[in-house]
T-cell receptor
Framework: EPEVTQTPSHQVTQMGQEVILRCVPI?????FYWYRQILGQKVEFLVS????????KSEIFDDQFSVERPDGSNFTLKIRSTKLEDSAMYFC??????????FGSGTRLTVV | AQSVAQPEDQVNVAEGNPLTVKCTYS??????LFWYVQYPNRGLQFLLK??????LVKGSYGFEAEFNKSQTSFHLKKPSALVSDSALYFC???????????FGTGTRLKVLA
């Protein structure tokens, strides 16, 4: 069964550093998403992406965050200057037209 | 605005007993409802969904959920709990216009041997 692949599974970064979280969506999917889960808490929507542009973003997704699909296969989330409160599990998801999501297994980001 | 509520932070049940994890929703329009499970240090695994049709939806690992329109509920159930069912369970509703998912706060299920 096709999977959404996220790398790395765990990343530790220093506060103020830039970090890029990578996702490889399922190949024929058209819609892409990032969600965040602060440890043990609810899963929160960050951003949706379709046709090479952001279609919706939440209040959390401020100027420190950006997404891109640089080569037609990867889908990345960049945090420019990480803060302690960015420590969370980040989930990527992809979706074909008219069907449901497939979530990746997540990247645990720890900002120290 | 769409929302879901999971009123219980934790549910404890003895192995072999039936389990219920509660979820209520608030949507405008037809609800698209989902249950996901998260094991420790793992991703979100799809269990089941309700889009339309029968109110009783069957899913993975023996779980089922009952859609109740009058009570705006979508409770997750299993007739006989296993210790391996211990995990964090999330109810979610999909925004029909944008496909964004709104998740509940999660319920930690602990099945005791």
């Amino acid at each position: 069964e096709p999977e959404v692949t996220q790398t790395p599974s765990h990343q530790v970064t220093q506060m103020g550093q830039e970090v890029i979280l990578r996702c490889v969506p399922i190949s024929n999917h058209l819609y892409f998403y990032w969600y965040r889960q602060i440890l043990g808490q609810k899963v929160e929507f960050l951003v949706s992406f379709y046709n090479n542009e952001i279609s919706e973003k939440s209040e959390i997704f401020d100027d420190q965050f950006s997404v891109e699909r640089p080569d037609g296969s990867n889908f990345t989330l960049k945090i420019r200057s990480t803060k302690l409160e960015d420590s969370a599990m980040y989930f990527c998801a992809s979706q074909p037209l008219g069907d449901d999501y497939t979530f990746g297994s997540g990247t645990r980001l720890t900002v120290v | 605005a769409q929302s879901v509520a999971q009123p219980e932070d934790q549910v404890n049940v003895a192995e072999g007993n039936p389990l219920t994890v509660k979820c209520t929703y608030s949507v405008s329009g037809n609800p698209y409802l989902f249950w996901y499970v998260q094991y420790p240090n793992r991703g979100l695994q799809f269990l089941l969904k309700y889009i339309t049709g029968d109110n009783l939806v069957k899913g993975s690992y023996g779980f089922e959920a009952e859609f109740n329109k009058s009570q705006t509920s979508f409770h997750l159930k299993k007739p006989s709990a296993l210790v391996s069912d211990s995990a964090l369970y999330f109810c979610a509703v999909r925004d029909g216009g944008t496909y964004k998912y709104i998740f509940g706060t999660g319920t930690r299920l602990k099945v005791l041997a």
